[in-house]
């Protein structure tokens, strides 16, 4: 059974494009992240969520809108793709203020 | 904000040689976690340290923190194949604080 998953595994797609990821947790966990991880594999968090409320928003573009229907679940929305979005976007969840967290397998989004 | 440099960047052994990865923090640490990544794949959890001078080990890897130098090492012993992959150590500033990653350490295990 996966722990998180997330969908899709790859998405290609052109500049000016919206695009949707999403992500779904089956442990119980009330805190869920989205992570950016660049070419260079470094990892940095974008937001987080805790049951269905933003507790975590670093500095990223408004282009990219989190959404919680539920705390099983937190998809991440992206209008106006650019190039500079081309990256391995990371899920994971984690019970509030544990450091342990459970990754997704990520989504490869590239922007042509 | 808190930064993490990890070192050194890449590390290519022979299998069976014990080696040892570091991992140091810019500011105070209120933990330090160690991840593990597969190329293609999500990270897992590996060990949590909070306290100074504590080690943990699992199987043969074995995590140690320096709370006065900010620092943590992981030390592989006798590695093998599987341990090929990027370790990645995450720290916490505070409690409840987003939890900041160093940009990792890609190792390679040759049979």
């Known amino acids: 059974d996966t722990a998180v998953s997330q969908t899709p595994k790859y998405l290609v797609t052109q500049m000016g494009n919206d695009k949707s990821i999403k992500c779904e947790q089956n442990l119980g966990h009330d805190t869920m992240y989205w992570y950016k991880q660049d070419s260079k594999k470094f990892l940095k968090i974008m937001f987080s969520?805790?049951?269905?409320?933003?507790?975590i928003n670093e500095t990223v573009p408004n282009r990219f809108s989190p959404k919680s229907p539920d705390k099983a679940h937190l998809n991440l929305h992206i209008n106006s793709l650019e190039l500079g979005d081309s990256a391995v976007y990371f899920c994971?969840?984690?019970?509030?203020?544990?450091?342990?967290?459970?990754f997704g397998p990520g989504t490869r989004l590239t922007v042509t | 904000s808190q930064e993490l440099e990890q070192s050194p960047q890449s590390l290519i052994v022979q299998e069976g040689k014990n080696l040892t990865i570091n991992c140091t923090s810019s500011?105070?640490?209120?933990?330090l976690y160690w991840y593990k990544q597969k190329y293609g794949e999500g990270l897992i959890f590996l060990m949590m340290?909070?306290?100074?001078?504590e080690e943990k080990s699992h199987e043969k890897i074995t995590a140690k923190l320096d709370e006065k130098k900010q620092q943590s090492s992981l030390h592989i012993t006798a590695s093998q194949p599987s341990h090929a992959g990027i370790y990645l150590c995450g720290a916490a500033s505070s409690a409840n604080s987003k939890l900041t990653f160093g940009k990792g350490i890609t190792l390679s295990v040759r049979p």
């Open positions: 340290l909070q306290k100074g001078g």
């Open positions: 500011k105070t640490l209120y933990g």
């Open positions: 994971a969840s984690s019970h509030f203020g544990a450091y342990e967290q459970y």
């Open positions: 969520y805790n049951n269905k409320e933003l507790i």
